[in-house]
């Protein structure tokens, strides 16, 4: 009798044993947390993301309210709104872009451009005062203006380059403006002609002179390579 006793009661301290031991596994079962409306779950890891056109607020997901001249837009981040075109975002709301008088909407809507034959000055468009000889150029950059062919810019005006004898105006906008013509080189601002030596020839530029295969320059003239 005592020895059954002694058997039931290690029977049931093995099951008290087992249960104890089952209990953190069922502890240990999460049950899902419920999302809020106009929301996702995420497809990686936990949580939830709002839907286009809400934002997430004290854990609910609250309808975006685009200010006025405003449309949504579908990104699900950044404010959820955008200003249309000719206004620009202020704080919370959307400003009309002043367009001063000869001026235009760029592209971008964003942003304002100067019509051709305007500068802008300040927060205006002024028109540009185009010297005798010089025609606009439509860039935003600079005067606005460039000289004709054979002029340079000289202070707010166009001054006529001067081509000496045996040169030819260049299409550069830098530099003299011209060059000398083949056979010529450049001394003082003048075009003086080469003075080509016997076994010498005009070089490829022909602005000077080098000495025929075989020979070698000495001073102004070519003599023969010493072999």
């Not at 999302?35 to 949580?47: E, V």
């Not at 000496?164 to 906008?173: F, H, I, R, S």
Request: charged share 20%; hydrophobic share 35%; with cysteine.
């Amino acid at each position: 009798m005592v020895r059954a006793s002694k058997a039931l009661a290690e029977i049931g301290g093995a099951i008290i044993a087992a249960l104890l031991i089952a209990a953190p596994a069922i502890a240990q079962t999460v049950v899902p947390a419920a999302i809020p409306d106009n929301s996702t779950a995420r497809g990686y890891g936990t949580g939830w993301s709002c839907d286009v056109g809400y934002r997430e607020s004290n854990g609910v997901c609250l309808a975006v309210i685009a200010p006025e001249n405003a449309t949504l837009d579908n990104n699900t981040y950044g404010k959820g709104w955008s200003c249309r075109r000719g206004f620009q975002e202020a704080g919370e709301a959307c400003k009309e872009i002043r367009v001063p008088d000869n001026a235009f909407l760029r592209a971008n809507g964003y942003q304002w451009q100067c019509e051709r034959g305007f500068a802008k000055s300040g927060r205006q468009c002024s028109a540009i005062s185009v010297p005798e000889h010089g025609f606009l150029t439509g860039s935003v950059y600079g005067t606005g203006w460039s000289c004709e062919r054979g002029y340079r810019v000289s202070s707010q005006s166009c001054r006529a380059i001067v081509v000496p004898e045996n040169a030819y105006l260049t299409d550069a906008t830098y530099g003299a403006g011209w060059e000398c013509e083949r056979g010529f080189a450049n001394v003082g601002q003048q075009c003086k002609a080469l003075v080509v030596p016997p076994n010498g020839h005009l070089s490829d530029t022909g602005n000077r002179w080098v000495c025929d295969r075989s020979f070698e320059r000495r001073g102004a003239q070519c003599v023969a390579k010493h072999k």
